[in-house]
């Protein structure tokens, strides 16, 4: 983890922006760092529009100056979305083997 959260907890709420309802799996955060958490569990590999997804919500928290998008799934994720998190530090991939011992 970069950086040592004070508080964490699931997070749901209106986007004032889209009239609509929002939800976020899991934020931890401190004063100017946040992750924001998504966790997939279904039979198909996680991709970048869940990514994109994370990435709108967190849009509602502007007083994080350092954002961290952790992405939890149970079969694992695309190659795109890979390729992407290898030259992003900010992104943050968990399957489930990284999470539980399954074999």
Request: proline residues 3%.
């Amino acid at each position: 983890m970069p950086f040592p959260f004070l508080k964490i907890g699931r997070w749901w709420g209106n986007n004032p922006k889209e009239k609509s309802e929002e939800e976020i799996d899991l934020i931890a955060f401190n004063k100017n760092q946040a992750y924001f958490v998504e966790c997939k569990w279904r039979n198909q590999k996680t991709g970048i529009s869940e990514l994109n997804d994370l990435k709108r919500k967190s849009e509602l928290f502007n007083q994080f100056t350092d954002k961290y998008y952790v992405l939890y799934s149970k079969s694992g994720f695309d190659k795109e979305l890979m390729e992407l998190a290898k030259n992003d530090n900010a992104i943050m991939l968990y399957d489930l083997d990284d999470v539980c011992y399954t074999k």
